[in-house]
């Protein structure tokens, strides 16, 4: 009797976290055999645009698991009309394997929403449910409650398996492709089928797009809950460029990419300032989240195409710098204070900012660096020589900041 993973997904695209994940389960449930199901509906979630079809994630999913001796594709899901429901899929598998036991490897969220799934008493009576949980362990105690649930409710077999391996979302790579980065995480023969087809949107040429373009392309390389900021403040900053006698364009657009990699974690920064030979100090390595606005300035002039002021406005526009350019106050500004921003003294700060651009900016300045120091966090060098060198300008008492180590 085999012991046999079914392992189903989109696969878009597959990457090297399913294919260790399909490695550590295999190894620790002994398994003879691990299945790659690419769906061809998936009945949870909506697929984005320029997903390749079916065959084609096959074919990638076929590329990918080349080297795992234990790993098939089976196109089953493909070769059925509809949805792809999960209970259909095992139901079908069971009748082909009658003798051996199925295993149907979950990721976390796959798991802890399994009992609402689309006849979840047929999953759990033909296969038995892995649940990959991260390798800090179940320290809220989901996975365990759920298993319980499971066993409970539906008389469910669960094993729960250590996620030892790569956490990574197709989403991720899928922005990678586009930024850069993505050879870390993609076989190389996944890759080459990918830029040899222009597949995921790789063969566009994404330099100097026309602005609605820019803007569908921007919000597409977004988190969705941070997509309504980045559109205030591409507006904003057009307000503030009309009002202060800027480059209107110039500054939606710099807007628009201010955060274009804000979605790419730490880890990733640190692949983009490699891949774009970015300078950081050892303050930036320390704190990632600071470099999405150097990272996304590179992006901008080698992705994008953009002018040198806009790439300079996005550079400093989480930090500032002593001597702003007029640019740069107004993405720092906007980005700062644009509609959805909701904390004390922004209506404050608004209302400055369309009266008096400098003093806007000293306030902005003395607000962030307050909350620093309210958190015990560390203020960055730029940032203390922005509000010294604006506060001078206008005549106005420097304060001295606590300092920090870096």
Not at 63 to 90: H, N, Q, V, W
Request: net charge negative; hydrophobic share 40%.
């Amino acid at each position: 009797m085999a012991r046999i993973g079914v392992f189903g997904g989109t696969f878009n695209p597959p990457h090297r976290g399913h294919l260790q994940a399909a490695e550590e389960v295999a190894r620790v449930l002994e398994l003879d055999r691990v299945l790659f199901i690419p769906d061809r509906e998936p009945p949870h979630k909506q697929v984005p645009d320029g997903t390749p079809d079916g065959r084609t994630r096959l074919e990638l999913v076929q590329a990918a698991i080349g080297e795992l001796p234990f790993a098939e594709a089976d196109d089953m899901e493909l070769r059925r009309e509809g949805k792809s429901y999960t209970a259909d899929t095992l139901r079908l598998l069971r009748d082909r394997f009658p003798d051996d036991t199925l295993y149907l490897i979950t990721g976390t969220d796959m798991f802890l929403s399994l009992h609402q799934w689309y006849h979840p008493e047929e999953i759990c009576r033909y296969a038995v449910i892995v649940g990959l949980r991260r390798t800090e362990g179940d320290r809220d105690g989901a996975f365990q409650a759920q298993k319980n649930r499971l066993e409970k409710q539906f008389g469910a077999r669960v094993e729960l398996v250590e996620n030892r391996v790569l956490e990574i979302s197709s989403s991720r790579v899928r922005r990678l492709l586009i930024l850069g980065g993505a050879e870390k995480y993609v076989p190389e023969p996944v890759l080459s089928i990918i830029r040899t087809r222009g597949l995921y949107n790789t063969d566009q040429d994404y330099r100097n797009l026309p602005e609605e373009e820019l803007r569908r392309v921007a919000v597409g390389l977004l988190k969705e809950s941070r997509v309504n900021h980045v559109l205030g403040c591409a507006d904003t900053a057009r307000k503030l460029a009309r009002l202060y006698g800027a480059d209107e364009t110039a500054a939606y657009r710099a807007g628009l990419l201010h955060d274009v990699t804000k979605a790419i974690d730490g880890e990733d920064q640190l692949l983009l300032v490699d891949k774009y030979d970015i300078l950081i100090s050892d303050f930036e390595r320390s704190h990632p989240k600071l470099l999405h606005a150097k990272t996304g300035a590179y992006v901008a002039k080698y992705v994008f195409g953009e002018s040198e002021e806009i790439q300079k406005a996005i550079f400093w526009h989480t930090t500032g710098k002593a001597d702003m350019s007029l640019m740069e106050k107004i993405i720092y500004l906007a980005d700062y204070m644009e509609p959805t921003r909701d904390f004390p003294g922004v209506e404050k700060l608004r209302e400055l900012a369309w009266t008096d651009l400098d003093r806007a900016m000293l306030l902005a300045f003395t607000m962030c660096i307050e909350e620093l120091v309210r958190e015990n966090k560390n203020v960055c060098k730029d940032s203390r020589e922005a509000r010294d060198f604006i506060a001078r300008e206008l005549g106005e008492p420097v304060e001295e900041i606590p300092q920090q180590e870096e």
